[in-house]
């Protein structure tokens, strides 16, 4: 089960009242952050952004790769660990506007951890440390530390058990 925060509205969806959640210009302020580390080669300024404008927690030698899309609302609520690689396009989502509610909840991604290109990671999923994430996987619940997990709906390939043995053989 996902972690998040849940918050009733009533009238209209949640996203259509969404400068009643998060103030307007962190939104342009993030927005502008974001599309600059998406498209900048520099890994050491993608990190630095990160942290510095969006109150990111990222690891020491974390790589994001192009197009990456963390969060635009919430990415405070992002935790990266040391040592990752964030697949090309993948997004991190730390929020979810649905009709009658919005959730909140944080993202945390432990050390040594590999996301394959096109993922999507949802609120309130912790991914555990040295996990692999398969490309174009929809991570909707929780990765245990040192699993292969893959497909859209993800599933468990490999448990780190089942890793190990691979890796002696």
């Not at 259509?16 to 998406?38: D, E, G, M, S």
């Not at 990190?47 to 969060?71: C, H, I, Q």
């Not at 909140?104 to 999507?120: F, K, L, P």
Request: hydrophobic share 45%; with cysteine; aromatic share 10%.
């Amino acid at each position: 089960m996902r972690r998040t925060e849940r918050f009733k509205v009533e009238r209209s969806n949640s996203l259509w009242q969404i400068y009643q959640t998060v103030p307007f210009w962190k939104v342009v302020k993030n927005f502008i952050v974001i599309q600059l580390a998406r498209y900048t080669p520099f890994l050491n300024m993608k990190n630095w952004l990160y942290r510095v404008f969006l109150n990111m927690k990222v690891g020491e030698e974390t790589s994001f790769a192009l197009m990456v899309m963390p969060d635009i609302m919430f990415p405070e609520k992002i935790t990266v660990g040391r040592n990752c690689v964030i697949g090309y396009n993948t997004t991190i989502l730390a929020h979810e506007y649905l009709i009658k509610e919005y959730r909140i909840g944080e993202v945390i991604i432990g050390d040594e951890v590999m996301v394959g290109a096109n993922s999507t990671i949802l609120p309130g999923v912790t991914i555990g440390d040295h996990a692999i994430v398969s490309a174009g996987t929809l991570v909707h619940k929780d990765v245990p530390s040192g699993a292969f997990v893959g497909g859209n709906p993800m599933r468990l390939i490999y448990t780190k058990e089942e890793m190990d043995k691979r890796d002696l053989d």
